[in-house]
């Protein structure tokens, strides 16, 4: 009996005093990315545009008159609000970096680097602001079907 009291003692003394194995936590977001407004890429093109028009327009595809044109008319369909976690991402960035995918193809991975936005994200800003693009331009988009024999 005393060997039964025993055993039940450390048992309940082992599971009082057994501390749980604390999970480590990931990161919400990677430090470099945390720093977007410093490190991205908009705020090289803001210099590109003052200096050199014809660098700023090749990096769109098109002028900056016309990316401010459509990026008003995005602007109601691609804004974010901001939570308490964090701030969202702009309109601007999210339109920069839907042309740029869009103008050279380059990959989600390689394209975070510039725009200092994790993959994940970017697959869905290019998604959701090529949606606004068709929503907002599709009453100026013609499209013709031919059918050729």
């Not at 003394?13 to 990315?33: C, G, H, M, N, P």
């Not at 908009?42 to 014809?54: C, F, M």
């Not at 609000?81 to 995918?101: G, P």
């Not at 949606?131 to 988009?141: G, M, N, R």
Request: hydrophobic letters at 40%; proline letters at 2%; aromatic letters at 8%.
């Amino acid at each position: 009996m005393d060997k039964k009291k025993a055993c039940i003692a450390i048992i309940i003394a082992l599971s009082v005093t057994k501390k749980k194995k604390q999970i480590k936590r990931k990161r919400w977001i990677k430090e470099w990315i945390a720093k977007r407004k410093e490190y991205t890429h908009l705020n090289i093109l803001n210099e590109i545009k003052l200096s050199d028009p014809k660098d700023y327009q090749n990096y769109f595809r098109m002028s900056d008159v016309i990316y401010n044109q459509l990026l008003n008319m995005l602007r109601p369909f691609i804004t974010k609000m901001d939570t308490n976690m964090r701030d969202s991402i702009s309109a601007n960035e999210r339109l920069a970096v839907t042309l740029r995918y869009l103008a050279t193809g380059r990959s989600f991975e390689d394209l975070k680097f510039s725009s200092i936005i994790s993959p994940t994200t970017i697959s869905m800003i290019v998604i959701e602001t090529c949606e606004a693009i068709v929503t907002v331009l599709k009453d100026l988009i013609q499209t013709k079907l031919t059918v050729l024999f």
